[in-house]
């Protein structure tokens, strides 16, 4: 454009080089407000194309972490229902070891266990069966009985 003005300015005079410089101007500036409404006609379909991928990028991103969350949480009961478990299990190995120390501590001191009494008891019942058979006495109420006739 440059050269084009230097070219017209040599063989033009004054006035011409005068209008030549004003159309160039004009039609500058004319480029410059067709520019601009372009732009802002480009402008507002570029903007509403991205408000579209956003909304599209944002129902995938809600999704993808309502599948992660729904994940952690059924990984997170899971590691729940693991920890109960290790605990229950932990108490009852507790609870067994308390048991085992409190039954030695009981036999140091001579305190029968339920089995001990169990065998005293079904030995009391064999010895008690045998004296009645060697004393001749059936059963316990008779002898009672006849103590009582006695009187």
């Known amino acids: 454009m440059g050269k084009r003005l230097k070219a017209l300015a040599d063989n033009v005079g004054e006035r011409q080089l005068a209008s030549t410089i004003r159309d160039s101007a004009q039609q500058i500036w004319l480029a410059g407000l067709g520019a ?3 732009t802002q006609e480009e402008g507002a379909k570029v903007f509403e194309a991205l408000v579209k991928e956003g909304k599209v990028l944002e129902g995938k991103t809600r999704r993808l972490a309502e599948r992660k969350m729904s994940q952690m ?3 997170w009961g899971k590691t729940a229902t693991d920890a109960t478990a290790k605990a229950a299990a932990t108490w009852d190995k507790l609870e067994q070891v308390f048991e ?3 039954a030695r501590a009981l036999n140091r001191l001579g305190v029968p266990t339920n089995r001990d009494l169990e065998h005293l008891s079904k030995r009391v019942e ?3 069966a045998s004296v009645q058979k060697l004393s001749g006495v059936r059963k316990p109420r008779a002898a009672a009985r006849k103590a009582q006739a006695k009187q």
């Open 73 to 75: 949480s059924s990984q």
């Open 100 to 102: 085992n120390r409190v």
């Open 126 to 128: 064999t010895l008690t």
């Open 36 to 38: 601009f409404a372009k």
